[in-house]
Nanobody, 130 residues
Framework: QVQLVESGGGLVQAGGSLRLSCAPS????????MVWFRQAPGKEREFVAH???????????DSVKGRFSISRDSAKNAKNTVYLQMNDLNPEDTAVYYC????????????????????WGQGTQVTVSS
């Protein structure tokens, strides 16, 4: 069974940091692009950050640029875990964060669509208090 398992969420004060992890199981995701989305209560799921399969290319939603950083463990024999380092958090970052994977390359527009991505994790809650 193919799974993506997120972890690292929690409660943090404004200005604090968290690092989310997304660990794949059931198959190898080394040639898959990976992405983080988030969904706040009452809102649609929105794109946060993307990383190419090689790790050479990344892009971010405007509100997180300069604060969030996406990376992946591409070392040989690594699990190809994907990370989202989140710094200078604010209450507007409160949401359930999801990682997703796709074997296909994407345009800037494609990767912001939830239906572009083939595999999803169950999500991890991030709560930022003011």
């Amino acid at each position: 069974q193919v799974q993506l398992v997120e972890s690292g969420g929690g409660l943090v004060q404004a200005g604090g940091s968290l690092r989310l992890s997304c660990a794949p199981s059931g198959r190898t995701f080394t040639t898959y692009a990976m992405v983080w989305f988030r969904q706040a209560p009452g809102k649609e799921r929105e794109f946060v950050a993307h990383i190419s399969w090689s790790g050479d290319s990344t892009d971010y939603e405007d509100s997180v640029k300069g604060r969030f950083s996406i990376s992946r463990d591409s070392a040989k024999n690594a699990k190809n875990t994907v990370y989202l380092q989140m710094n200078d958090l604010n209450p507007e970052d409160t949401a359930v964060y999801y990682c997703a994977a796709s074997q296909y390359g994407s345009t800037l527009g494609d990767r912001r669509r939830t239906n572009w991505w083939d595999y999803w994790g169950q999500g991890t809650q991030v709560t930022v208090s003011s």
